[in-house]
């Protein structure tokens, strides 16, 4: 079992410029997350979504853009980057609810928006 | 609306020294509480989960209703703690995770 992988581990972008960052589980999960995190700030939610076809928007959704088209992958867009989308974006996914709940992380994309 | 706040950004403590992360949070129902961890170059992990009433690597947490406080603690602290330490909070339909700022704890030997 890979987990939770992310691809691209790194990348550099203009501003102004498009990409998307690619989110694949292998566990059948059907929970999935995007989240940013900023020194000071933690971990922020984006987007999520509750099963394949469905998205949602989390605490900061706007610049961002999502899509669920297959249960293992969760794509998350960028239309137009800005400087301020400069961070480290982590994917996220679970199945259990409730007190067994525990979401796996992927090892993260850092995004530098220059 | 719910919220978790964790005061400090970082903590240092020398080896074998106790460790307390605090973490408080705002919740209107009844609190599932959690706390990652973040050991570097590594992803973020589960550590322990309120309800478990789990003792991991020699941390644990008690959760306090009464303060709204969910602080994490280890007796002896560790050159290999030092990580940086998320609490996190479990939204009323169980699917959600709600984070703090996240604590960098740095131990010093």
Known sequence: NAGVTQTPKFRVLKTGQSMTLLCAQDMNHEYMYWYRQDPGMGLRLIH??????????????????????????????????????????????????????????????????? | ?????????????????????????????????????????????????????ESIKGFTADLNKGETSFHLKKPFAQEEDSAMYYCALLNNAGNMLTFGGGTRLMVKP
Do not use: M
């Not at chain 1, 469905?54 to 293992?72: C, F, H, I, M």
């Not at chain 1, 969760?74 to 525990?102: D, H, K, N, R």
């Not at chain 2, 408080?24 to 170059?41: A, H, I």
């Open chain 2, 1 to 53: 609306a719910q919220r978790v706040t964790q005061p400090e950004k970082l903590l240092s403590v020398f080896k074998g020294a106790p460790v307390e992360l605090k973490c408080n949070y705002s919740y209107s129902g009844s609190p599932e509480l959690f706390w990652y961890v973040q050991y570097s170059r590594q992803r973020l992990q589960l550590l322990l989960r309120h309800i478990s009433r």
């Open chain 1, 48 to 114: 999520y979504s509750v099963g394949e076809g469905t998205t949602a928007k989390g605490e900061v959704p706007d610049g961002y853009n999502v899509s669920r088209l297959k249960k293992q992958n969760f794509l998350l867009g960028l239309e137009s980057a800005a400087p301020s989308q400069t961070s480290v974006y982590f994917c996220a996914s679970s199945y259990e609810l409730g007190w067994s709940y525990e979401q796996y992380f992927g090892p993260g994309t850092r995004l530098t928006v220059t």
